[in-house]
């Protein structure tokens, strides 16, 4: 919950201005939130993708040791 800059009324997200005194409620505070929330989004969206990606090479690395080491 934000508060008012002014007056320091309780202010609802939806609000764009401050009910109490009219201050202009300012999103600044705002932001930063919102841009760990994307960056936490889109390590949320490409871990798995890394993770899919570490486990393909990791298959790789062990076919090509048993092509190389056992099949030969
Ligand atoms: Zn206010």
New binding site residues.
């Given amino acids: 919950m934000s ?7 309780e ?1 609802r997200p939806e609000w764009k201005f ?6 202009p409620v300012i999103p600044a505070a705002v932001r930063p939130e919102r841009a760990e929330t994307a960056v936490g989004q889109k390590i949320a969206t490409y871990a798995p993708l890394v993770f899919a990606i570490a486990c393909f090479s990791l298959a790789a690395i062990v076919i090509a040791w048993f092509a190389i080491n056992v099949w030969f």
Avoid at 3 to 9: G, I, L, R
Avoid at 18 to 23: E, F, K, P, Q, Y
């Fill in positions: 508060t008012c800059t002014s007056c320091e009324a202010l401050c009910i109490m005194c009219g201050t």
